[in-house]
Protein backbone atom coordinates (compact mmCIF):
# COMPACT_ATOMS: atom_id res chain seq x y z
CA UNK A 1 0.00 0.00 0.00
CA UNK A 2 1.29 3.29 -0.68
CA UNK A 3 2.40 5.61 2.06
CA UNK A 4 0.02 8.31 2.79
CA UNK A 5 -3.69 7.95 4.43
CA UNK A 6 -6.79 9.51 3.20
CA UNK A 7 -10.17 10.55 5.34
CA UNK A 8 -12.80 11.87 3.96
CA UNK A 9 -15.55 13.84 5.49
CA UNK A 10 -18.91 15.36 4.03
CA UNK A 11 -19.49 18.75 5.12
CA UNK A 12 -22.82 21.18 4.59
CA UNK A 13 -21.57 24.39 4.95
CA UNK A 14 -25.09 26.37 6.03
CA UNK A 15 -22.74 29.35 4.48
CA UNK A 16 -17.51 26.91 34.58
CA UNK A 17 -20.23 27.07 36.07
CA UNK A 18 -23.36 29.14 34.98
CA UNK A 19 -23.40 32.15 37.59
CA UNK A 20 -26.87 33.14 36.66
CA UNK A 21 -29.66 31.08 34.29
CA UNK A 22 -32.74 33.32 32.78
CA UNK A 23 -36.01 32.22 30.82
CA UNK A 24 -37.65 34.94 28.96
CA UNK A 25 -40.42 34.29 27.27
CA UNK A 26 -40.65 33.45 23.48
CA UNK A 27 -36.57 32.66 23.53
CA UNK A 28 -34.14 29.68 24.30
CA UNK A 29 -33.19 30.00 28.01
CA UNK A 30 -29.75 32.03 28.63
CA UNK A 31 -26.61 30.95 30.87
CA UNK A 32 -24.44 33.81 31.64
CA UNK A 33 -21.02 33.24 32.69
CA UNK A 34 -18.50 35.37 34.09
CA UNK A 35 -14.30 34.30 33.30
CA UNK A 36 -11.61 35.38 35.36
CA UNK A 37 -8.68 34.19 33.31
CA UNK A 38 -5.35 34.70 34.83
CA UNK A 39 -1.61 33.29 35.59
CA UNK A 40 -1.26 31.20 38.34
CA UNK A 41 0.77 28.08 39.31
CA UNK A 42 0.20 24.69 39.47
CA UNK A 43 2.11 21.39 39.65
CA UNK A 44 0.66 18.94 37.26
CA UNK A 45 3.82 16.87 37.29
CA UNK A 46 5.10 17.83 40.72
CA UNK A 47 6.94 21.03 39.32
CA UNK A 48 5.59 24.29 39.64
CA UNK A 49 4.97 25.53 36.59
CA UNK A 50 2.88 28.82 35.35
CA UNK A 51 -0.20 27.73 34.52
CA UNK A 52 -3.29 30.01 32.95
CA UNK A 53 -6.46 29.63 35.12
CA UNK A 54 -9.88 30.43 34.70
CA UNK A 55 -11.96 31.43 37.90
CA UNK A 56 -8.57 30.18 39.78
CA UNK A 57 -9.47 26.59 38.13
CA UNK A 58 -6.66 24.39 36.31
CA UNK A 59 -8.03 22.81 34.02
CA UNK A 60 -11.06 25.58 33.78
CA UNK A 61 -14.85 25.40 34.80
CA UNK A 62 -17.22 23.06 33.11
CA UNK A 63 -19.91 24.62 31.40
CA UNK A 64 -22.96 22.48 30.95
CA UNK A 65 -26.35 23.56 28.78
CA UNK A 66 -29.32 22.14 27.38
CA UNK A 67 -30.18 21.67 23.90
CA UNK A 68 -30.76 25.46 21.95
CA UNK A 69 -29.38 27.28 25.31
CA UNK A 70 -28.17 30.75 24.63
CA UNK A 71 -24.42 30.79 26.30
CA UNK A 72 -23.14 34.65 27.35
CA UNK A 73 -19.27 33.94 28.77
CA UNK A 74 -17.96 37.55 29.81
CA UNK A 75 -14.04 36.92 29.72
CA UNK A 76 -11.89 39.32 31.47
CA UNK A 77 -7.82 38.88 30.55
CA UNK A 78 -5.86 39.32 33.59
CA UNK A 79 -2.79 38.01 31.43
CA UNK A 80 0.02 40.58 30.56
CA UNK A 81 -0.22 39.44 26.17
CA UNK A 82 -3.62 39.08 23.96
CA UNK A 83 -5.77 36.15 24.84
CA UNK A 84 -8.71 34.04 22.65
CA UNK A 85 -11.00 31.06 23.56
CA UNK A 86 -12.20 28.96 20.83
CA UNK A 87 -14.94 26.44 21.53
CA UNK A 88 -14.85 23.43 19.84
CA UNK A 89 -17.94 21.30 18.39
CA UNK A 90 -20.41 24.35 19.03
CA UNK A 91 -21.39 25.38 15.73
CA UNK A 92 -20.94 29.23 14.45
CA UNK A 93 -24.28 29.59 12.40
CA UNK A 94 -24.18 32.50 10.88
CA UNK A 95 -21.58 34.54 13.73
CA UNK A 96 -18.28 32.80 12.80
CA UNK A 97 -16.80 35.76 14.64
CA UNK A 98 -17.51 34.43 17.91
CA UNK A 99 -15.03 31.27 17.46
CA UNK A 100 -12.34 32.52 18.91
CA UNK A 101 -9.52 32.05 16.52
CA UNK A 102 -7.10 34.49 15.14
CA UNK A 103 -9.01 34.71 12.05
CA UNK A 104 -12.37 35.43 12.99
CA UNK A 105 -12.18 37.36 16.42
CA UNK A 106 -9.75 39.93 17.50
CA UNK A 107 -7.78 39.13 20.56
CA UNK A 108 -9.11 40.01 24.04
CA UNK A 109 -6.03 42.97 24.95
CA UNK A 110 -4.18 42.84 28.48
CA UNK A 111 -6.81 43.83 31.23
CA UNK A 112 -10.25 44.05 28.78
CA UNK A 113 -12.46 41.86 28.28
CA UNK A 114 -15.07 40.26 25.40
CA UNK A 115 -18.46 38.49 25.59
CA UNK A 116 -18.69 35.55 23.74
CA UNK A 117 -22.87 34.94 22.68
CA UNK A 118 -22.89 31.63 21.46
CA UNK A 119 -26.07 29.30 21.36
CA UNK A 120 -26.04 25.27 21.74
CA UNK A 121 -28.63 25.08 18.85
CA UNK A 122 -30.42 21.78 17.59
CA UNK A 123 -27.00 20.12 19.28
CA UNK A 124 -26.34 17.30 22.39
CA UNK A 125 -23.10 16.14 23.23
CA UNK A 126 -19.26 16.57 24.79
CA UNK A 127 -17.33 19.44 23.39
CA UNK A 128 -14.53 21.22 24.86
CA UNK A 129 -13.32 25.07 25.28
CA UNK A 130 -9.20 26.33 24.76
CA UNK A 131 -7.25 28.71 24.09
CA UNK A 132 -6.73 29.36 20.82
CA UNK A 133 -3.35 32.17 20.47
CA UNK A 134 0.23 31.96 21.63
CA UNK A 135 0.37 28.21 22.77
CA UNK A 136 -1.75 29.08 25.57
CA UNK A 137 -3.05 25.68 25.31
CA UNK A 138 0.51 24.54 26.83
CA UNK A 139 -0.21 26.55 30.30
CA UNK A 140 -4.12 25.36 30.61
CA UNK A 141 -7.15 27.81 30.28
CA UNK A 142 -9.48 24.44 28.82
CA UNK A 143 -12.07 22.36 29.94
CA UNK A 144 -14.97 20.50 29.29
CA UNK A 145 -18.35 21.46 27.58
CA UNK A 146 -21.80 18.63 27.92
CA UNK A 147 -24.76 19.69 25.97
CA UNK A 148 -27.64 17.57 28.04
CA UNK A 149 -30.73 16.88 25.58
CA UNK A 150 -34.19 18.56 26.45
CA UNK A 151 -35.64 16.68 29.27
CA UNK A 152 -38.78 15.71 27.12
CA UNK A 153 -36.72 13.98 24.67
CA UNK A 154 -35.78 10.19 24.78
CA UNK A 155 -32.04 9.64 25.36
CA UNK A 156 -31.19 5.99 23.80
CA UNK A 157 -29.26 4.74 27.84
CA UNK A 158 -31.07 5.05 31.09
CA UNK A 159 -29.95 8.10 32.90
CA UNK A 160 -26.68 7.07 34.20
CA UNK A 161 -26.00 7.51 38.30
CA UNK A 162 -23.38 10.58 37.36
CA UNK A 163 -21.69 11.81 34.18
CA UNK A 164 -18.07 12.86 34.37
CA UNK A 165 -15.66 14.54 32.61
CA UNK A 166 -12.20 13.18 31.81
CA UNK A 167 -9.69 15.45 30.35
CA UNK A 168 -6.70 13.83 28.86
CA UNK A 169 -3.54 14.88 26.77
CA UNK A 170 -0.13 15.33 27.05
CA UNK A 171 1.85 17.87 29.09
CA UNK A 172 5.59 19.49 29.04
CA UNK A 173 6.84 20.93 32.08
CA UNK A 174 8.69 23.98 30.11
CA UNK A 175 6.72 27.14 30.34
CA UNK A 176 4.27 27.60 27.01
CA UNK A 177 7.01 31.03 26.59
CA UNK A 178 9.60 28.72 25.87
CA UNK A 179 7.83 26.11 24.05
CA UNK A 180 5.78 28.99 21.83
CA UNK A 181 9.56 30.57 20.98
CA UNK A 182 11.00 26.87 19.69
CA UNK A 183 8.11 26.80 17.58
CA UNK A 184 8.77 29.78 16.64
CA UNK A 185 12.51 29.70 16.04
CA UNK A 186 11.54 26.43 13.78
CA UNK A 187 12.63 23.57 16.18
CA UNK A 188 10.51 20.99 17.24
CA UNK A 189 8.40 20.21 20.52
CA UNK A 190 10.19 17.02 21.62
CA UNK A 191 8.19 14.40 23.44
CA UNK A 192 5.92 15.32 26.40
CA UNK A 193 7.18 14.65 29.64
CA UNK A 194 3.72 13.14 30.82
CA UNK A 195 0.24 12.55 30.38
CA UNK A 196 -2.25 13.90 32.34
CA UNK A 197 -5.97 13.08 33.33
CA UNK A 198 -8.19 16.13 34.97
CA UNK A 199 -5.00 18.04 35.00
CA UNK A 200 -2.89 15.84 37.16
CA UNK A 201 -0.65 13.08 37.04
CA UNK A 202 -0.62 9.60 38.11
CA UNK A 203 -2.95 8.60 40.39
CA UNK A 204 -3.83 12.21 40.59
CA UNK A 205 -7.32 12.32 40.19
CA UNK A 206 -10.21 9.78 41.72
CA UNK A 207 -13.57 8.62 40.46
CA UNK A 208 -16.39 7.24 42.93
CA UNK A 209 -18.54 4.82 41.82
CA UNK A 210 -21.55 2.80 43.57
CA UNK A 211 -21.64 -1.08 42.85
CA UNK A 212 -24.09 -2.20 40.20
CA UNK A 213 -24.44 1.62 39.15
CA UNK A 214 -23.78 2.57 35.53
CA UNK A 215 -21.57 6.03 35.06
CA UNK A 216 -21.26 8.17 31.89
CA UNK A 217 -17.58 9.34 31.29
CA UNK A 218 -17.07 12.12 28.53
CA UNK A 219 -13.64 11.62 27.37
CA UNK A 220 -11.89 13.76 25.36
CA UNK A 221 -8.04 14.91 24.28
CA UNK A 222 -7.19 18.35 25.25
CA UNK A 223 -3.41 17.76 24.68
CA UNK A 224 -1.04 19.47 22.14
CA UNK A 225 0.56 16.83 19.90
CA UNK A 226 -0.51 12.77 20.94
CA UNK A 227 -3.20 10.11 20.14
CA UNK A 228 -3.78 8.69 23.55
CA UNK A 229 -5.38 5.68 24.49
CA UNK A 230 -8.12 5.25 27.26
CA UNK A 231 -9.03 2.00 29.10
CA UNK A 232 -10.56 1.26 32.43
CA UNK A 233 -9.24 -2.04 34.13
CA UNK A 234 -10.98 -4.55 34.85
CA UNK A 235 -14.43 -3.17 32.85
CA UNK A 236 -15.68 -2.33 29.37
CA UNK A 237 -16.83 0.89 27.88
CA UNK A 238 -19.52 1.05 25.95
CA UNK A 239 -19.86 3.76 23.47
CA UNK A 240 -22.65 5.83 23.08
CA UNK A 241 -21.77 9.70 21.73
CA UNK A 242 -19.42 11.29 19.92
CA UNK A 243 -19.15 14.91 19.66
CA UNK A 244 -22.87 15.34 19.24
CA UNK A 245 -24.00 11.95 17.39
CA UNK A 246 -25.27 9.45 19.24
CA UNK A 247 -23.71 5.87 17.84
CA UNK A 248 -24.49 2.42 17.82
CA UNK A 249 -23.86 0.91 21.87
CA UNK A 250 -20.49 -0.57 20.58
CA UNK A 251 -18.59 -2.34 23.69
CA UNK A 252 -14.33 -1.47 23.90
CA UNK A 253 -12.07 -2.77 26.29
CA UNK A 254 -9.41 0.41 25.10
CA UNK A 255 -10.64 3.11 23.17
CA UNK A 256 -8.31 5.71 21.06
CA UNK A 257 -8.53 9.06 21.88
CA UNK A 258 -7.09 11.22 19.31
CA UNK A 259 -6.07 14.94 19.81
CA UNK A 260 -9.25 17.25 19.43
CA UNK A 261 -11.46 14.21 19.84
CA UNK A 262 -14.33 13.77 22.08
CA UNK A 263 -16.08 10.65 23.03
CA UNK A 264 -18.48 9.56 25.65
CA UNK A 265 -18.81 5.53 26.68
CA UNK A 266 -21.25 4.08 29.50
CA UNK A 267 -19.36 2.41 31.88
CA UNK A 268 -21.03 -0.02 34.69
CA UNK A 269 -19.33 -0.66 37.95
CA UNK A 270 -19.94 -4.22 37.90
CA UNK A 271 -16.69 -5.56 39.33
CA UNK A 272 -15.47 -7.01 43.34
CA UNK A 273 -15.52 -3.36 45.37
CA UNK A 274 -11.72 -2.38 44.72
CA UNK A 275 -9.58 0.58 43.26
CA UNK A 276 -9.56 0.00 40.16
CA UNK A 277 -7.17 1.82 37.84
CA UNK A 278 -7.94 4.15 34.50
CA UNK A 279 -4.62 3.77 32.49
CA UNK A 280 -4.15 6.50 29.51
CA UNK A 281 -0.59 5.65 27.02
CA UNK A 282 0.76 7.32 23.95
CA UNK A 283 -0.09 5.97 20.58
CA UNK A 284 2.12 5.80 17.64
CA UNK A 285 5.12 6.91 19.48
CA UNK A 286 8.64 5.15 19.43
CA UNK A 287 8.93 5.55 23.51
CA UNK A 288 5.36 4.72 25.35
CA UNK A 289 4.20 6.88 28.61
CA UNK A 290 1.52 6.30 30.37
CA UNK A 291 -0.56 8.02 33.11
CA UNK A 292 -3.45 6.71 35.69
CA UNK A 293 -6.54 7.99 37.53
CA UNK A 294 -8.55 5.95 40.08
CA UNK A 295 -11.93 4.35 39.69
CA UNK A 296 -12.51 4.45 43.42
CA UNK A 297 -15.61 1.74 44.25
CA UNK A 298 -17.13 2.95 47.55
CA UNK A 299 -17.17 -0.42 49.03
CA UNK A 300 -13.29 -0.22 48.19
CA UNK A 301 -11.31 -3.15 50.18
CA UNK A 302 -7.72 -1.32 48.77
CA UNK A 303 -5.96 -1.46 45.19
CA UNK A 304 -7.61 -4.01 42.36
CA UNK A 305 -5.51 -7.06 42.38
CA UNK A 306 -3.22 -7.83 38.50
CA UNK A 307 -1.72 -5.95 36.53
CA UNK A 308 -2.28 -2.44 34.83
CA UNK A 309 -4.18 -3.24 31.74
CA UNK A 310 -2.04 -3.30 28.54
CA UNK A 311 -2.60 -1.47 25.49
CA UNK A 312 -2.14 -0.86 22.00
CA UNK A 313 0.95 1.58 21.03
CA UNK A 314 2.02 1.94 17.24
CA UNK A 315 -0.49 -0.29 15.37
CA UNK A 316 -2.20 1.85 12.89
CA UNK A 317 -4.89 -0.96 11.50
CA UNK A 318 -6.15 -1.47 15.30
CA UNK A 319 -7.17 2.36 15.34
CA UNK A 320 -8.65 2.41 11.77
CA UNK A 321 -10.28 -0.40 12.24
CA UNK A 322 -11.88 0.66 15.42
CA UNK A 323 -12.61 3.84 13.72
CA UNK A 324 -14.37 2.37 11.00
CA UNK A 325 -16.38 0.43 13.85
CA UNK A 326 -18.15 3.69 15.13
CA UNK A 327 -21.52 4.31 13.47
CA UNK A 328 -24.48 6.45 14.02
CA UNK A 329 -27.39 5.15 15.59
CA UNK A 330 -30.53 5.94 13.03
CA UNK A 331 -33.21 5.11 15.47
CA UNK A 332 -32.16 8.10 18.12
CA UNK A 333 -34.32 11.19 19.04
CA UNK A 334 -32.79 14.51 19.59
CA UNK A 335 -31.41 16.96 17.46
CA UNK A 336 -28.94 15.82 14.28
CA UNK A 337 -27.36 17.34 11.56
CA UNK A 338 -30.10 18.50 8.84
CA UNK A 339 -28.44 19.51 5.83
CA UNK A 340 -30.63 21.16 3.01
CA UNK A 341 -33.64 19.41 4.65
CA UNK A 342 -32.72 16.27 4.62
CA UNK A 343 -30.87 13.37 7.70
CA UNK A 344 -29.95 11.24 4.43
CA UNK A 345 -26.53 13.00 4.18
CA UNK A 346 -25.76 10.49 1.44
CA UNK A 347 -28.50 11.32 -0.43
CA UNK A 348 -27.34 15.24 -1.18
CA UNK A 349 -25.57 15.76 -4.31
CA UNK A 350 -21.97 17.56 -2.95
CA UNK A 351 -21.47 20.95 -5.22
CA UNK A 352 -17.43 20.31 -5.02
CA UNK A 353 -14.55 18.34 -3.87
CA UNK A 354 -11.74 19.67 -1.36
CA UNK A 355 -8.70 17.95 -1.47
CA UNK A 356 -6.48 19.09 1.42
CA UNK A 357 -2.98 17.44 1.66
CA UNK A 358 -0.39 18.20 4.63
CA UNK A 359 3.09 18.56 4.11
CA UNK A 360 6.68 19.53 6.89
CA UNK A 361 9.17 21.67 5.17
CA UNK A 362 12.00 23.87 6.11
CA UNK A 363 11.00 27.73 4.49
CA UNK A 364 13.82 30.30 5.76
CA UNK A 365 15.34 28.09 7.43
CA UNK A 366 12.48 27.22 9.92
CA UNK A 367 10.63 24.51 10.28
CA UNK A 368 7.39 24.80 8.71
CA UNK A 369 3.78 22.77 7.99
CA UNK A 370 1.81 23.39 5.10
CA UNK A 371 -1.62 22.34 3.45
CA UNK A 372 -1.39 21.90 -0.38
CA UNK A 373 1.99 23.98 -0.18
CA UNK A 374 0.71 26.81 1.59
CA UNK A 375 1.97 27.66 5.14
CA UNK A 376 -0.47 29.94 6.62
CA UNK A 377 0.46 32.96 7.76
CA UNK A 378 -2.25 35.18 10.24
CA UNK A 379 -3.03 38.81 8.71
CA UNK A 380 -2.81 41.91 10.83
CA UNK A 381 -5.86 42.05 10.37
CA UNK A 382 -8.47 39.29 11.70
CA UNK A 383 -10.01 37.91 8.13
CA UNK A 384 -13.39 38.18 9.25
CA UNK A 385 -13.06 42.04 9.75
CA UNK A 386 -11.10 42.93 6.76
CA UNK A 387 -13.67 40.96 5.01
CA UNK A 388 -16.73 42.74 6.60
CA UNK A 389 -15.47 46.01 6.23
CA UNK A 390 -14.04 45.51 2.92
CA UNK A 391 -10.46 46.66 3.32
CA UNK A 392 -8.32 45.91 0.90
CA UNK A 393 -4.88 44.33 0.63
CA UNK A 394 -5.35 41.74 3.64
CA UNK A 395 -6.01 38.64 1.84
CA UNK A 396 -7.25 37.68 -1.17
CA UNK A 397 -9.41 34.23 -2.42
CA UNK A 398 -7.82 31.81 -3.95
CA UNK A 399 -4.40 31.90 -2.44
CA UNK A 400 -4.50 28.02 -1.85
CA UNK A 401 -5.80 25.35 -4.02
CA UNK A 402 -8.88 23.25 -3.26
CA UNK A 403 -6.51 20.55 -4.63
CA UNK A 404 -2.76 19.21 -3.61
CA UNK A 405 -0.14 20.95 -5.93
CA UNK A 406 2.81 18.78 -4.07
CA UNK A 407 5.17 21.89 -5.07
CA UNK A 408 7.73 23.57 -2.38
CA UNK A 409 6.21 25.05 0.50
CA UNK A 410 5.74 28.59 0.83
CA UNK A 411 4.25 31.61 3.62
CA UNK A 412 0.62 32.95 2.49
CA UNK A 413 -2.11 33.49 4.52
CA UNK A 414 -4.14 31.15 2.81
CA UNK A 415 -8.16 31.48 2.06
CA UNK A 416 -9.91 29.11 -0.25
CA UNK A 417 -13.27 30.22 -1.73
CA UNK A 418 -16.51 28.02 -1.39
CA UNK A 419 -20.34 28.82 -1.76
CA UNK A 420 -22.68 29.40 0.85
CA UNK A 421 -24.93 26.62 0.97
CA UNK A 422 -22.61 24.30 -0.61
CA UNK A 423 -22.44 20.57 -0.06
CA UNK A 424 -18.96 19.88 0.35
CA UNK A 425 -16.70 16.85 0.01
CA UNK A 426 -13.29 17.18 1.77
CA UNK A 427 -10.50 14.78 1.65
CA UNK A 428 -7.78 14.88 4.05
CA UNK A 429 -4.30 13.29 2.86
CA UNK A 430 -1.30 12.60 5.09
CA UNK A 431 1.87 11.24 3.95
CA UNK A 432 3.56 12.63 6.73
CA UNK A 433 5.81 10.06 9.66
CA UNK A 434 2.68 10.70 12.78
CA UNK A 435 -0.96 10.72 13.02
CA UNK A 436 -2.45 14.20 12.16
CA UNK A 437 -6.10 15.58 13.56
CA UNK A 438 -7.51 17.98 11.32
CA UNK A 439 -11.12 20.02 12.91
CA UNK A 440 -13.42 22.30 11.22
CA UNK A 441 -14.66 25.26 13.38
CA UNK A 442 -17.84 25.62 13.77
CA UNK A 443 -19.09 23.18 11.42
CA UNK A 444 -20.21 19.26 11.89
CA UNK A 445 -19.16 16.82 9.39
CA UNK A 446 -19.84 13.65 8.31
CA UNK A 447 -16.99 11.04 8.06
CA UNK A 448 -17.44 8.77 5.51
CA UNK A 449 -14.49 6.75 4.62
CA UNK A 450 -11.13 6.42 5.83
CA UNK A 451 -8.02 4.41 3.98
CA UNK A 452 -4.47 3.89 3.41
CA UNK A 453 -2.79 5.09 0.10
CA UNK A 454 -3.74 8.40 -2.34
CA UNK A 455 -7.43 8.99 -2.58
CA UNK A 456 -9.25 8.94 -6.20
CA UNK A 457 -12.27 9.13 -7.04
CA UNK A 458 -12.74 5.38 -7.10
CA UNK A 459 -12.54 5.35 -3.10
CA UNK A 460 -15.92 6.78 -3.36
CA UNK A 461 -17.07 2.98 -4.40
CA UNK A 462 -16.28 2.14 -0.40
CA UNK A 463 -18.13 5.43 1.53
CA UNK A 464 -20.27 4.68 4.45
CA UNK A 465 -23.59 7.32 2.81
CA UNK A 466 -25.61 5.64 5.71
CA UNK A 467 -24.64 5.81 8.91
CA UNK A 468 -21.20 7.59 9.16
CA UNK A 469 -20.75 9.97 12.59
CA UNK A 470 -21.08 13.33 12.58
CA UNK A 471 -18.36 14.72 14.24
CA UNK A 472 -16.10 17.80 14.17
CA UNK A 473 -12.50 16.23 13.68
CA UNK A 474 -11.11 13.48 12.10
CA UNK A 475 -7.66 11.84 12.56
CA UNK A 476 -5.56 10.80 9.42
CA UNK A 477 -3.01 7.85 10.46
CA UNK A 478 0.53 7.47 8.49
CA UNK A 479 0.69 4.30 6.46
Same mark, same amino acid.
Given at each position: ?15 ? $??? *? ?44 ? =? ?160 ? *? ?25 ? *? ?8 ? =? $? ?26 ? =? ?60 ? *? ?29 ? %? ?13 ? %? ?61 ? $? ?14
Amino acid at each position: MARGGSAVAVLSFLLG $LPL *LSVLVAGEDPYRFFTWNVSYGDIYPLGVKQQGILINGQFPGPQIEA =VTNDNLVVNVFNKLNEPFLLSWSGLQQRRNSFEDGVAGTTCPIPPGANFTYILQAKDQIGTYFYFPSLAFHKAAGGFGGIRVLSRPRIPVPFPPPAADYTVLIGDWYKTNHTDLRYMLDSGKALGFPDGLLINGRGWNGYTFTVQPGMTYRFRITNVGLATS *LNIRFQGHTMKLVEVEGSHTMQTAYSS *LDVHLGQSYS =V $LLTADQPGFDYSIVVSTRFTTKIISTTA =VLHYANSAGKAPGPLPGGPTTQIDWSLNQARSIRWNLTASGPRPNPQGSYHYGQVPTTKTIR *LANSAATINGKQRYAVNSVSHVNADTPLKIA %DYYKIPGVFSVGTIS %DSPTYGGAYLRTSVMGADYRGYVEIVFENSENEVQSWHIDGYAFWVVGMNGGKWSPASRQIYN $LRDGVSRYTVQVWLF
